[in-house]
């Protein structure tokens, strides 16, 4: 997210308008980088969204904040949405995942014709994201030594991630340049902090998602979606508005899993659309 924060919160900097400003809080999902290696279990989805309402509004004294995410950031900005609404701006997000609703049940009458490239990509992406996903939920500890032993199989790790779910053409410094990969490896080795965050899978995906009520839509705030189009993980526009409060959607025209890394120009866009209406 370093690239989105300048344009965010200075806008006049970049052409736009001083009062278009966010104040920006980038926050570091426990296990992750910055924060310190977990010590314990039973850190899920639901655990980090409550976190981070009690930083925001309990700590840092904000009664309603805005939202986004993307990949472990876009699960928790649905959680927000659905378990903390009330709290909530509104809440935008760079993948489509909704709280109890399994993609892979979906049938063939769900995608309109002009979204068949969304299940092609599903189609291509799973074998991509198949064995990155079965270990972290199966066997989470036993990986992690050998990623925390080495900072090489701690960056093949991430690389190979960068490399085959971004909208790079096969050739990961298309991109993300060479600090940019070395410093996300050195943030988890250096840290440690590699470990624990692979145990969130397994906290999250070894049950179901636990959901807070059962009213529709079951993302209650205010939401917006932007889909880029080499992400691992596409659902109908329909199943969408059928189960979110959906205030715009769009279809990007280039990138892939992490958005705002590898799109900032186009999320920072997004954002201000989306919540311009909403201030």
């Known amino acids: 997210f370093k690239d989105v924060i300048a344009p965010l919160s ?16 980038v926050f570091s999902l426990p ?3 910055f924060s310190e290696p977990l010590t314990r279990s039973g850190i899920d989805v639901a655990a980090c969204a409550d ?8 700590h840092l004294g904000h009664p309603r904040f805005a939202v986004h995410g993307g990949d ?3 699960l928790i900005t649905a959680q927000l949405a659905h378990a903390h609404a009330g709290r909530l701006v509104g809440a935008h997000s760079s993948i489509a995942l909704i709280p109890g609703v399994n993609r892979r049940e979906l049938g063939p009458d769900a995608w309109a ?20 996903v079965t270990v ?3 066997d989470p500890q036993t990986l992690a030594y050998g990623l925390a032993d080495s ?9 190979e991630r960068r490399r085959n779910w971004s909208d790079c053409g096969g050739e990961v410094e298309r991109v993300f340049d060479r600090e940019h990969l070395c410093t996300l490896a050195t943030l988890y080795w250096a840290t440690g902090a590699i470990t624990s965050s692979l145990r969130l899978y397994h906290e999250h995906f070894s049950k179901p998602w636990p959901l807070c009520h059962d009213r529709r839509p079951v993302l209650e705030a205010p939401m917006g979606f932007a889909v880029f189009p080499r992400d691992v993980v596409h659902l109908p ?3 969408i508005a059928r189960y979110a409060n959906l205030h715009r959607y769009t279809v990007m025209p280039r990138g892939g899993h992490f958005g705002a890394a590898e799109q900032p120009d186009l999320v920072v866009e997004d954002l201000f659309s989306f919540f311009a209406p909403l201030r």
């Open 51 to 58: 976190l981070i309402v009690g930083a925001m509004c309990d």
């Open 237 to 239: 526009r329909s199943v």
């Open 31 to 33: 296990g992750f980088g």
């Open 151 to 159: 900072p090489v199989a701690t960056a093949a790790w991430l690389w």
């Open 10 to 25: 200075r806008p006049e900097d970049f052409g736009g308008s001083a009062d278009d400003a966010f104040d920006v809080y």
């Open 136 to 138: 972290h939920v199966a």
């Open 113 to 132: 014709s002009d979204e068949a490239w969304m299940q092609a990509r599903n189609a291509e992406a799973e074998p991509l994201i198949r064995s990155h």
């Open 72 to 74: 472990w950031g876009g």
